[in-house]
């Protein structure tokens, strides 16, 4: 058990908050800069004094701010989101269907915590942070307080389900470990916030009641200072206490993590991490070498914004003072208003004649300034921002292939930040298997995947049933989706089976309407449900109503894959009598289908003579033969239906066919399996 004393933590804490003091200045600072916040209120007031009053001190300096920071990080900011960067599970091995039920499952618990948490609203505040503050964080909690109701305790309070809640984390307000040198490999985090005295002493009376004395306005919060982004400025706090999380990542010393919460004065509460799950996620712009902090693409902007500010107030300065026009006489000239005519105004002279300088408009910072902005551009990497765009081309395939090469620049940062989210939701899909129960995953798969709750439970935290990667999921990615597979169907559609074809339908990036669709892929999804429940030794009975004939060609693929024969004896008998189920069952409708058909052959309709002859008894003569029409319809609607039973017989295995057309199916008893994997033991031993 750690023993963390308040004077430990306080060390820790101060250490880190000294070896990033800089960083932290930086960080804060990019928040202004965005904002156009660039100098303070004083030179602001100055400026609105000029342009309001039209006066001007010669002391006092004109400040100008032509804000291009803030387009050059909305330009990275959009270039991130316009790809709609998102993430997704996809099987560890596509042939172990248990891999990709538990891909499934998976995917729909990321679907529910993305729509309980607002996952939109939230991924643009962690781009925000990415590009801004140059490094965004989010911290994973579960909360009891959320969700739907499940129940109501014994003084009928209502109990709820809980629901995942990411928090947005500040950088600036983490504080490392002075020695680490990456991200990775930093052993702890503090994470410090502001709360109110009466929402800390709730907290304290909750999880710590013997040092609820101990808080008070005066030791909690007189020398606390904060950050006030609305002002540029630091200011003192009052009724607030400042509130720390130490985060200890799992280690040889610490095998589950640890978890600290404590104020200067005492320490709330402490405990290991819930699951041994590291609840905090980072990742940053520009990597700082030997540090696991990282810079902001302002901190490139910096140097060329001042001179671009530099240059545009000397303009307003010669303009100011220099601006008008100035007319010079010679001592001895006299100055009077002349006539008026229809747009012209005359003046009269007398001397020599009056000499006028025009006013200075300040050209000659001009070409320096707008030297300036390219080369700010052209540093953060955009200069084809500021140059002219080529007509787009009509043809699709081009316009993709275009979207795509602009999507280039970006890649670098778009990759980073997916990263941060795969991370996160890796994180979080951990502790869904130990904070989710079947409330939560019936209410987020659906009843249908009841049967595959375990699936989900039994999922290796080690990443070998499932991979969680990034996908895009902008318009180009979907419009190259939509073409690949419309070409498909477009040449291969009419030799689909309606199970391929609904897979197909499945894919397609609009139009895809589960219910809609869903005849044609219920026959793939029950017999993967099926699979599955036979592989943990579940029974699964057949129904009447099952599709018998798509069943047998599934259930004799699947014994025919390589691993069914060291699946364990019970196991496999469970699919023989499946399968010798489902050909009973289908021999049992074709035969109900022939004897329903059976009966009196009709004698209706005109007679037609056929070219066939016969000995008529009544006439002793060979006579040609005449039939009812509606006798020879119904001979042909007979020869038609045998042929389509036959036609379906032909579609099965070989064997089930010999099975059916005998009629005599008997489920085969398998005493031990043919073959058996040998056992690490018995690999060992050489046997």
């Known amino acids: 058990m750690p023993k963390f004393t308040i004077e430990k933590l306080r060390i820790m804490h101060q250490a880190g908050k000294r070896c990033d003091d800089q960083v932290f200045a930086e960080q804060r600072t990019n928040i202004l800069l965005r904002a156009g916040d660039h100098y303070n209120k004083r030179a602001n007031n100055i400026i609105d004094n000029l342009r309001s009053k039209g006066t001007f001190q010669n002391k006092s300096k004109i400040r100008l701010v032509k804000n291009h920071i803030h387009r050059i990080t909305n330009l990275f900011i959009n270039s991130i989101l316009e790809g709609n960067p998102s993430i997704t599970t996809v099987p560890y091995n596509e042939n172990e269907l248990s891999d990709v039920k538990s891909s499934e499952m ?11 948490s607002n996952w939109e609203r939230l991924q643009e505040k962690f781009v925000h942070d990415f590009i801004v503050i140059g490094e965004c964080w989010g911290k994973i909690r579960f909360d009891y307080s959320k969700g739907p109701v499940v129940a109501k305790d014994e003084k009928d309070k209502e109990v709820r389900g809980g629901e995942f809640v990411i928090d947005r984390v500040y ?14 490999t930093c052993e702890w985090w503090i994470h410090e916030t502001m709360v109110e005295i009466s929402e800390l002493k709730e907290t304290v009376k909750k999880l710590s009641p013997d040092n609820i004395d101990k808080i008070t306005t005066g030791t909690t919060s007189a020398h606390y200072k904060i950050f006030d982004a609305n002002s540029g400025d630091y200011k003192d706090v009052k009724e607030q206490a400042s509130v720390k999380e130490l985060f200890y990542k799992p280690s040889s010393r610490y095998p589950k993590g640890y978890y600290v919460m404590f104020v200067d004065d005492f320490i709330i509460t402490e405990d290991e991490l819930p699951f041994g799950i590291f609840p905090l996620v980072g990742e940053g712009f520009d990597e700082m070498t030997t540090s696991p902090r990282a810079t902001s693409i302002i ?17 307003a300065e010669h303009q100011v003072q220099l601006g008008d026009d100035k007319v010079f006489i010679q001592k001895g000239t006299k100055i009077s208003s002349g006539g008026y005519l229809n ?15 025009p006013g200075r408009t300040g050209d000659q910072y001009s070409t320096y300034a707008q030297a300036q902005v390219a ?10 921002i500021l140059e002219d765009k080529a007509p787009a081309s009509g043809d699709p395939y081009q316009l993709l292939f275009r979207s795509m090469k ?8 778009v990759s980073k930040y997916e990263r941060f989210e795969v991370e996160l939701f890796k ?3 951990q502790m869904a298997k130990s904070y989710l129960g079947p409330e939560h995953l019936i209410r987020v798969a659906g009843r249908a995947e009841a049967v595959n709750i375990p699936e989900f439970k039994k999922l290796s935290d080690h990443g070998f049933q499932i991979k969680v990667i990034p996908q895009s999921g902008d318009v180009e990615t979907k419009f190259g989706k939509l073409l690949s597979l419309t070409q498909v169907m477009q040449y291969a559609g009419s030799s689909l089976q309606p199970d391929q074809l609904g897979a197909i339908i499945r894919e397609l990036p609009t139009g895809n309407k589960e219910q809609a669709f869903s005849s044609l892929t219920i026959d793939s999804d029950n017999m993967k449900n099926d699979i599955l429940a036979m592989d943990r030794g579940e029974f699964v009975p057949v129904n009447p109503y099952d599709n018998h004939q798509y069943y047998i060609q599934a259930i004799t693929h699947r014994q025919k894959k390589s691993d069914f024969k060291f699946l364990p004896p019970q196991m496999q008998q469970l699919y023989f009598n499946k399968l010798a189920a489902h050909e009973s069952s289908f021999q049992e ?6 004897q329903q058909s059976m009966g009196m052959v009709p004698q209706g309709g005109f007679l037609t003579t056929v070219n066939a002859s016969w000995m008529n008894p009544t006439t002793s003569r060979v006579e040609r033969i005449k039939v009812p029409s509606e006798a020879i319809k119904w001979l042909v609607d007979k020869l038609n239906a045998q042929g389509a039973y036959l036609a379906q017989q032909a579609q099965l295995p070989p064997q089930s066919a010999a099975n059916v057309a005998a009629g005599d199916i008997v489920p085969e008893q398998v005493s031990q399996p043919q073959t058996e994997a040998p056992t690490t033991e018995a690999a060992s031993q050489g046997v």
């Open 375 to 384: 080369e700010m551009y052209e540093a953060c990497g955009l200069q084809s």
């Open 343 to 357: 747009g012209v105004r005359a003046i009269q002279f007398s001397g020599a004649v009056p000499v006028i300088q």
């Open 299 to 315: 901190k490139v902007c910096r140097p060329y914004q001042v001179e671009i500010n530099r240059a545009s107030s000397k303009i």
């Open 106 to 116: 998976n995917n729909a618990v990321i679907d529910w915590v993305k729509d309980t």
């Open 406 to 413: 602009e999507k280039k620049k970006f890649v670098k940062y």
């Open 427 to 429: 994180k979080i899909l």
């Open 589 to 594: 409708q074709q035969q109900a289908l022939q």
């Open 171 to 184: 950088a600036f307000d983490l504080k490392r470990d002075p020695t680490a040198r990456d991200s990775s």
